[in-house]
C-alpha cells in the first residue's frame, strides 16, 4: 500500500505560490521598475522643456506685438528707478504674456512659469515667473549719487545687430531681476539645459556651454 506521505513534500497548494516563485516575481517587478523609471523620467524632462519653449515662443510673440504697437521700441527689462517707458512684465500684461490682472489684482499666469521650477526667492503666496527678460536689452545709465542703481532707457527692436543669437527672454535664477548670462537658470534636461527665445522668435533648450555673454546676451555683441 502507498503511503499516502509519499509526495506530500513536491505537493502545492493549488492556485498557491511558492516562496521562490514570488521572489522571483519581485525579482522581475524591481529589474523592470529600474529599467522603465529612468525612462519615466527623461520623458518628464523633456515634456517640461517642450512646454517652457512653448511658453517662451508666445512671450517672443507678445513682445513683437507690443514693438509693433509701440514704435518699434522694446520694453524695458528692468522695472527699477526709470519712468522711461514700461518695463516688460507691465507691458506685455495687456498681451497675454505677464501678468493677467492689473495691480493689486494680480493673478498667476501659468504662461510665466517653465514647469520645471522657478526661484526658490519668491514669496510663496507672490506672482511668479520663471523667465526674465535680458538686461542689455536697454540703455542702462550709471546711478546718480547716493543711488545703487541707475536709470535706464528702452532701446529700438532694429537696433540689435544680431537678432537670431541674441537672447530675448530666458529662465532665470533671481527673483524679480533684469537677467544676464551669469543669472542663467538651467532647470531642463535634468539640470543641463536652459530654455530661452531669441529676438528673432525661435526659441530653444541651450547648455551652458552653447551660451556666452559675449554673443548671446551683449549688446551690441562683442565677437
Given at each position: 500500500m502507498k503511503s499516502p506521505f509519499t509526495n506530500r513534500r513536491?505537493?502545492?497548494?493549488?492556485?498557491?505560490?511558492?516562496?521562490?516563485?514570488?521572489?522571483?516575481?519581485?525579482?522581475?517587478?524591481?529589474?523592470?521598475?529600474?529599467?522603465?523609471?529612468?525612462?519615466?523620467?527623461?520623458?518628464?524632462?523633456?515634456?517640461?522643456?517642450?512646454?517652457?519653449?512653448?511658453?517662451?515662443r508666445q512671450m517672443g510673440a507678445a513682445m513683437h506685438l507690443y514693438v509693433i504697437d509701440n514704435k518699434g521700441m522694446l520694453p524695458r527689462a528692468d522695472g527699477r528707478n526709470?519712468?522711461?517707458?514700461?518695463?516688460?512684465?507691465?507691458?506685455?500684461?495687456?498681451?497675454g504674456a505677464s501678468?493677467?490682472?492689473p495691480e493689486p489684482q494680480w493673478e498667476q499666469n501659468p504662461l510665466l512659469?517653465?514647469?520645471a521650477g522657478v526661484s526658490p526667492e519668491y514669496p510663496a503666496a507672490g506672482v511668479k515667473s520663471s523667465y526674465s527678460m535680458n538686461g542689455n536689452?536697454?540703455?542702462?545709465?550709471?546711478?546718480?549719487?547716493?543711488?545703487?542703481?541707475?536709470?535706464?532707457d528702452p532701446i529700438a527692436l532694429v537696433s540689435v545687430k544680431t537678432p537670431t543669437k541674441t537672447v530675448l527672454f530666458a529662465d532665470m535664477?533671481?527673483?524679480?531681476?533684469?537677467?544676464?548670462?551669469?543669472?542663467?537658470?538651467?532647470?531642463c534636461m535634468n539640470n543641463t539645459k536652459a530654455t530661452m527665445v531669441f529676438i528673432d522668435g525661435?526659441?530653444?533648450?541651450?547648455?551652458?556651454?552653447?551660451?556666452?555673454?559675449?554673443?548671446?546676451?551683449?549688446q551690441p555683441p562683442l565677437n
Open positions: 513536491f505537493a502545492r497548494v493549488e492556485g498557491g505560490f511558492t516562496l521562490i516563485e514570488l521572489l522571483v516575481v519581485i525579482a522581475i517587478i524591481a529589474l523592470l521598475a529600474a529599467l522603465l523609471i529612468p525612462g519615466i523620467r527623461s520623458m518628464r524632462e523633456s515634456t517640461n522643456a517642450a512646454t517652457s519653449i512653448s511658453n517662451l526709470s519712468d522711461v517707458g514700461l518695463d516688460w512684465a507691465t507691458a506685455l500684461r495687456a498681451y501678468h493677467r490682472l512659469i517653465n514647469p536689452l536697454q540703455v542702462n545709465h550709471p546711478p546718480p549719487d547716493g543711488d545703487p542703481i541707475g536709470p535706464v535664477l533671481y527673483a524679480g531681476r533684469a537677467m544676464n548670462y551669469s543669472h542663467v537658470a538651467y532647470r525661435h526659441a530653444e533648450a541651450r547648455s551652458k556651454d552653447a551660451l556666452s555673454y559675449e554673443a548671446n546676451f551683449a
